[in-house]
């Protein structure tokens, strides 16, 4: 399990856009990258011939993170749970949030072999600290404990290019259990820009974002506002108004050189202030939706890592730049795309997926780093009731927990603050 630490208390981490955190852990363990922790770093004992099952999974908050073996090749069996067809590769990328299953097998002389990661940062024109890569030991038996472990090549942790040729080549294990092929009928259709804007300062506020303002987030220029005080799906089911808008927008308000946003008129300087608002798009039960998204470049292209609560969607196609529907289309894998629930979007690129609308409620949609949660870099989905009532949003329990607003937990949306971004 990759994480990542701050000496720090966690809740003031939304004071800060994406901070970097102060180490990243391997099960826990710092490793001896860190002088604190040179004698506590996790170890796999293994058999020389022998084949393991590893299921990595990135736990950090924030950060894009790589992941490699020294002198070991992998195959990807699985993402998200998913399985794929067998995949050998010798370094992985992983978004917040997503799981990667692989097999290793142990093929090496006997000895030690570090096992290390490092973040991906893909925000393109953001100054990189330099990080150290955090190290756990692969340990053969028989290794003796004055063998100097082998070191892996990490990539850089701005190597969009590696980053973009494993994600991009993971493909589904077609007839392996729980596949179904692609739904070629498309009912909805979605094309949704996404990435960071900016919101006005508040008077008396010290805002320290671009342009003297605070972040938002935006998705087809709007700002997603979490209701504080009934849940959304208690709204719906309740039928209870003035909670949300059913009004999201399938396109973006305006059509604009996406990847290389340029601020010109005032149309662009509205593009830069989302519009904040509670908006959802309701979607017939069963329905087939295919989204675009399409990463902008209105602050800075950076890859987002998409989150879809109550389903896993097929991963059409990857790409740079804008979206082109007539030549892009063309590209798109319709046999044996990958499945996921998570999907980093490429910085200044676009991602296609498409997924069916078969389990009714309220159902979130957003980036997975936790600092661009308060943003609102997410909207929602209202999938209508089926049929029958196996295909119906049962009654709350008696028991659901009411929503509660704690003042003392930062709020970007809402505090006044002496310092905001």
Known sequence: MQEQWWDTDVRLLQLRPAPVSDAYLINGLAGDSYPCSKNRMFNLKVVQGKTYLLRIINAALNTHLFFKIANHNVTVVAADAVYTTPYLTDVMILTPGQTVDVLLTADQPIGKYYMATVPYISAIGIPTPDIKPTRGLIVYEGATSSSSPVKPLMPATTDIATAHTFSSNITSLVGGP?????????????????????????????????????????????????????????????????????????????????????????????????????????????????????????????????????????????????????????????????????????????????????????????????????????????????PTPETSLPSPPSNLPQCTHDPTIYDSRTTNTDLSY
Not at 311 to 334: E, I, M, Q, S, T
């Open 178 to 386: 729980h596949w179904k092929p692609v739904p070629r009928h498309v009912d909805e259709k979605m094309f949704i820009t996404m990435g960071l804007g900016l919101d006005p300062c508040p008077s008396g506020t010290k805002c320290i974002g671009p342009l003297g303002q605070r972040y938002a987030g935006s998705l087809n220029n709007r700002t997603f506002m979490i209701p504080q005080t009934i849940s959304m799906q208690e709204a719906y089911f309740y039928n209870i108004t003035g909670v949300y808008t059913e009004d999201f927008p399938d396109q973006p308000p305006l059509k604009f050189d996406y990847a290389k946003f340029q601020q010109r008129t005032n149309s662009d300087m509205k593009m830069m202030f989302p519009e904040r608002k509670t908006s959802v798009k309701t979607i017939r039960f069963n329905s087939t939706v295919e989204i675009v998204l399409q990463n902008t470049a209105i602050l800075s292209p950076e890859s987002h890592p998409m989150h879809l609560h109550g389903f896993n969607f097929y991963v059409l196609g990857y790409g740079f730049g804008n979206y082109d529907p007539v030549r892009d289309a063309r590209k798109l894998n319709l046999f044996n795309p990958q499945m996921h629930n998570t999907v980093g979007v490429p910085p200044g690129g676009w991602v296609v997926l498409r997924f069916v609308a078969n389990n009714p409620g309220v159902w979130l949609f957003h980036c997975h780093m936790d600092a661009h949660l308060p943003y609102g870099i997410m909207n929602a989905f209202i999938v209508q009731n089926g």
